[in-house]
């Protein structure tokens, strides 16, 4: 019999959010009534004129073939919108649309890397990268610990810059950092971002920069792009998507801005050898979000912090589930080493799936197997919920410590 697939890691295992939410959907068949803290995505619907402008691109005959890279009015707008509120300045033909930030970062990845090159993964990294670069024949990738020890100021600047040196080698030839981060919540301030750049100045790397959550700050964190900094603009590719921003993670909506030098390869090969392009009425949409009221974008993001500070009152008065404040995304990443007892993360995440609270394991996010993924993209009466179940658990009559 011919092989059906190729031999790879990718294609045999369930990804740690599809194991989770497959147990939890047993215990709701047997009638358990699970919070639900461990999916990404927005608990908001789009906001109507977003939806409204998809019907009349739809009627006004928006429906066929366009140009692979993106319909020239969205990626005008997004260029404007780049050098407005990111001060990226660009050509509209740098700017390519595509099927979300997750299409974008799986063509960077088929574009940069030849097989044997290797991409150093700020840690902790969003869950679906290792598997993305696992379709990357021959493509490398290592973890560098970075945000949580930022968060903590344990590891200042120079020495985020000193620990990205002792990790390249010869076959390095980029780096991938998401700020706003997920599952941490860090947001990397200028000081950092100047860090990294530094020594992709320094050694001629280029830098794959996620910026999916870059509207859900909180507080007074700002988002700074590290394409702005000097020297970086040719050297970086910035990822965005209307995912998060705008509770569109199902239309499949994203973009990315790139030096000239990939004008060529991203659009008008890599788009038209994939999807041939997003379908274009939602481009049109996607101009409607851009260009349209952003009070519900405030509105979803005022929701996040409230959930976030939320859960930390609930926690108060335990000591097993200990986490830094993110500023930004819609994540907790919490240290749970106190509640193991020399279990696994895995164990942690079944014993609170009995609580009725469903997360992720922390080594879901790389070589972090003392912590969880929280999140905050569900009701707020289910965030309080899942924080006094947990503080029952860890601080009541009986409690585990
Ligand atoms: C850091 C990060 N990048 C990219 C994505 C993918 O976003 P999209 O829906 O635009 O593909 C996600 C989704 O959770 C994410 O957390």
New binding site residues.
């Given amino acids: 019999m011919p092989r059906l697939v190729a031999d790879r890691e990718v294609f045999r295992r369930a990804s740690d959010l599809a194991q989770v939410m497959a147990a939890a959907a047993v215990r709701e068949a047997d009638g358990q009534h699970i919070l639900h803290l461990e999916r ?1 995505e927005p608990d908001f619907d789009t906001p109507p004129h977003i939806v409204e402008a998809l019907a009349v691109a739809v009627r006004a005959g928006e429906t066929h073939y366009a140009n692979p890279g993106g319909v020239l009015p969205l990626r005008v707008a997004l260029a404007e919108k780049l050098s407005l509120e990111n001060g990226i300045s660009c050509h509209p033909e740098d700017v390519v649309i595509t099927a ?3 299409h974008a ?1 799986s063509l960077l990845f088929q574009a940069l890397l030849s097989p044997g090159d290797e991409i150093l993964l700020l840690s902790p990294y ?1 869950m679906m990268l290792p598997r993305m670069l696992g379709l990357v024949e021959g493509a490398r990738w290592r973890a560098v610990p970075a945000y949580l020890d930022l968060m903590d100021e344990s590891l200042a600047p120079a020495g985020l810059a000193a620990r990205l040196r002792a990790s390249l080698r010869s076959e390095t030839r980029g780096i991938y950092l ?1 700020t706003p981060n ?1 599952p941490t919540g860090a947001v990397l301030t200028l000081e950092q971002l100047e860090a990294v750049a530094e020594v992709a100045r320094e050694h001629d790397l280029w830098v794959v920069s ?1 910026e ?1 959550y870059e509207n859900l700050l909180f507080d007074k964190a700002s988002h700074v792009s590290i394409a702005t900094l000097p020297g970086m603009s040719a050297r970086t590719m910035t990822v965005f ?1 209307f ?1 998060k921003t705008y509770a569109m ?1 199902g239309w499949r909506l ?1 973009y990315v801005v790139s030096p000239p030098a990939l004008r060529p390869v991203l659009g008008p090969t890599l788009c038209a050898l994939t999807t041939y392009g997003v379908f274009p009425a939602v481009q049109i949409a996607g101009l409607a979000a851009l260009r349209g009221p952003h009070t519900a974008v405030d509105t979803m993001r005022r929701a996040y912090q409230a959930r976030r500070d939320a859960l930390f009152a609930g926690l108060e008065g335990q000591h097993a589930i200990r986490a830094p404040k993110p500023a930004g995304a819609f994540y907790v990443f919490a240290d749970v080493s106190a509640a193991l007892e020399r279990r696994t993360t895995w164990d942690l995440v079944r014993e609170w799936l009995q609580l009725g609270v469903a997360v992720l394991p922390g080594t879901a996010f790389g070589p972090f197997p003392e912590y969880v993924r929280i999140s905050l993209a569900t009701r707020k009466e289910d965030v309080v919920e899942a924080a006094r179940r947990l503080r029952e658990h860890y601080a009541g009559p009986g409690a585990k410590k």
């Fill in positions: 990404g979300g930030a997750t970062l969003w998401n997920n996620d999916s998507s995912s993670t994203g």
